[in-house]
């Protein structure tokens, strides 16, 4: 983590991310178990659910301070990818955009069949 990276109010993962947790992660699960997990992810956390969009594998969820956009990548049927956008409504981001992306993905792998991270690198 850089120093700049500190200040930061949003990220993306994607699948060549300077850091592995924040790396596109990979699970043996098809596109309904995903968005279950997704959805209970959710109600655990207390966030609001505004969108599920099944036609482009889009959620948008959200807290008064920030907001999450998931994006389910159905690989064949039985993998998926997810990749996330999170962005604090704050003017420094204080590192919490990347604690919440470790966190929901530390909550997936426990929800999910994890198989692996960047796996396209």
Request: aromatic content about 14%.
């Amino acid at each position: 983590m850089s120093f700049l990276d500190f200040f930061k109010n949003h990220l993306e993962t994607r699948e060549n991310a300077f850091k592995k947790s924040i790396s596109t992660h990979y699970f043996v699960n098809n596109y309904a178990q995903t968005k279950a997990a997704l959805i209970e992810y959710a109600n655990a956390y207390n966030y609001t659910i505004k969108n599920v969009n099944d036609t482009y594998h889009e959620m948008f969820i959200e807290k008064p301070k920030h907001h999450i956009i998931f994006t389910v990548i159905e690989i064949n049927p039985r993998l998926t990818a997810v990749e996330m956008k999170v962005a604090y409504k704050a003017m420094i981001g204080m590192n919490r955009p990347q604690k919440v992306i470790e966190q929901t993905y530390a909550f997936l792998k426990t929800k999910l069949k994890f198989k692996g991270i960047g796996l396209n690198r």
